[in-house]
């Protein structure tokens, strides 16, 4: 994975583009929580790496580069849950009914139960609980020439969930409603919507019928 330069980010000012909130604030949050999660979250991860090895040929976990802060590149960690080489043929979406899902991979990624071990991406400081979903490099040089104002999502850390997901705008949904509810939060982020979001995440953004 190499590293390049930083890329120019469009000006914004918000509670987030403030170091303070950004670098210590939103930083111990995450640190403090994803080590309290990790407790019962290792009593799951350890059943579901069993029942993905089981299921199919293959590795446990899948590691893919996403665009982080700064659009910095990083390794997102997920459970696999599509067959080997998914993605021999370039980066795709995944489609309803996609044939390169495995048994397993449905369940987990309905539930988000793959997306366990980004708990560790948020220790180390590459994610945080809560902020815009990474994207696939390709694609955010897509998306960058598409969506007006794309790339102020890269200036805050990728998260585990966001104010676009518990809406609903994750898997095959709108690329542009996703930004749309990505720079809201962005732009009133405070402790107080962290904690509703992860709230509603437990509630009722675990189950969504757009994740395949």
């Not at 950004?22 to 930083?27: L, T």
Request: include cysteine.
């Amino acid at each position: 994975m190499s590293k390049q330069p930083l890329p120019q980010m469009p000006r914004w000012d918000g509670p987030l583009s403030h170091p303070f909130y950004s670098h210590v604030v939103k930083r111990i949050i995450d640190f403090l929580f994803a080590l309290i999660l990790l407790i019962p979250g290792c009593i799951i991860m350890l059943p579901l790496a069993i029942w993905v090895k089981l299921d199919s040929h293959g590795p446990v976990l899948y590691k893919a580069v996403r665009g982080g802060y700064h659009n910095q590149p990083f390794y997102i960690y997920k459970f696999r849950s599509m067959i080997v080489d998914a993605e021999k043929n370039g980066a795709q979406f995944s489609t309803k009914n996609d044939s390169r899902i495995t048994k397993v991979g449905k369940f987990i990624r309905a539930t988000r139960l793959d997306e366990l071990p980004q708990l560790f991406n948020i220790l180390v400081g590459e994610m945080s609980l809560v902020g815009p979903r990474p994207e696939r490099p390709r694609f955010v040089e897509q998306f960058k020439e598409e969506i007006p104002r794309y790339m102020i999502k890269h200036q805050v850390r990728p998260g585990l969930t966001g104010w676009a997901q518990v809406n609903g705008y994750r898997g095959d949904s709108s690329i542009r409603k996703r930004i749309e509810y990505d720079l809201f939060y962005i732009e009133n982020w405070t402790m107080s919507f962290d904690i509703k979001i992860m709230l509603l995440t437990i509630f009722k953004g675990f189950i969504n019928k757009n994740a395949y």
